[in-house]
C-alpha cells in the first residue's frame, strides 16, 4: 500500500518536472496585450458657461491579460496611463487652465488599474464581444478612488477592443473646475471619459 502512494508521488512529480521542461502542454494561460499608441482614441469632454468641450489625450499606455480559453475571457489584469499633459483641446489657454487644475506639475499621470471584474456577459448579437465591468483604483492629480469601469470587450484577429464612456466629477478628485476670464467663464464639475483603445 505503501508503495503505490510512493509510486503515485512520484509520478505526480515526473509530471510537475515534464510541464515545467514544457514536454507535456499546459493549459492556455492568461495573454498580455499592450494598447496601440496608434490606433483608438481617449477623450474628455464637459461643458462650460461658454460652450461644451472636448480634450483629446496624444499619449497612453497600457496592458492587459485576458485568457480566452474559457466560455467566458477571463481578465486577469489591466493598467491604464495617460500623461495628464497630453490632454490636448486644440486651445493653449484651455490647456494651461487644465494642466493647473490637474497640478501636473506634481501629479505627472492619470492611471486605472483594475482590481477585480465584478462581471461579464455576452453580447448575443455579436461573437466574441462582452460586456464588462471591472472594479479598480483611479488616481487624477494625486488622489485615487474606487470606480467602475465599464466598457464592451470585443476579441478580434489576435487584437483586443476596448470601448466606453465613464462618468465622473473633478470635485471627487480634489479638482476645482478650471476658471477663465477673471471668473466669468466655469467649466462644469461633470466629465465624461471616452476611450475606444485597441490593444495587441
Same mark, same amino acid.
Given at each position: 500500500m505503501q508503495s503505490? +502512494?510512493?509510486k503515485k508521488k512520484l509520478s505526480f512529480k515526473a509530471v510537475i518536472l515534464l510541464m515545467t521542461m /514544457? =514536454? %507535456?502542454?499546459?493549459a492556455l494561460s492568461a495573454q498580455s496585450y499592450q494598447i *496601440? $499608441?496608434?490606433e483608438g482614441e481617449v477623450t474628455v469632454t464637459g461643458t462650460s458657461t461658454l460652450h461644451d468641450w472636448e &480634450? +483629446?489625450?496624444e499619449q497612453k499606455s497600457g496592458t492587459i491579460a485576458i485568457d480566452?480559453? /474559457? &466560455? @467566458?475571457? *477571463? %481578465?486577469?489584469? =489591466? !493598467?491604464?496611463?495617460v500623461m495628464a499633459e497630453s490632454l490636448k483641446s486644440g486651445k493653449d489657454a484651455m490647456d494651461k487652465n487644465t494642466? !493647473?487644475? =490637474?497640478?501636473? /506639475? $506634481?501629479? !505627472?499621470? %492619470?492611471v486605472f488599474q483594475m482590481d477585480a471584474v465584478k462581471s461579464i456577459s455576452p453580447v448575443v448579437s455579436t461573437s466574441n464581444k462582452y460586456k464588462v465591468v471591472a472594479t479598480g483604483k483611479l488616481t487624477i492629480a494625486g488622489k485615487t478612488n474606487t470606480v467602475d469601469l465599464p466598457f464592451d470587450l470585443t476579441l478580434n484577429n489576435g487584437k483586443v477592443l476596448l470601448n466606453g464612456k $465613464?462618468? @465622473?466629477?473633478?470635485?471627487d478628485f480634489g479638482i476645482e473646475p478650471p476658471k477663465a476670464l477673471l471668473g466669468t467663464i466655469k467649466t462644469g464639475d461633470? %466629465?465624461? +471619459?471616452?476611450? !475606444?483603445? +485597441?490593444?495587441?
Open positions: 503505490q +502512494v510512493t /514544457g =514536454l %507535456i502542454p499546459i *496601440s $499608441k496608434s &480634450e +483629446v489625450a480566452p480559453s /474559457g &466560455e @467566458l475571457p *477571463s %481578465i486577469s489584469s =489591466l !493598467k491604464f496611463t494642466y !493647473k487644475a =490637474l497640478n501636473t /506639475g $506634481k501629479y !505627472k499621470e %492619470i $465613464k462618468p @465622473l466629477k473633478m470635485t461633470e %466629465i465624461e +471619459v471616452h476611450y !475606444k483603445t +485597441v490593444w495587441q
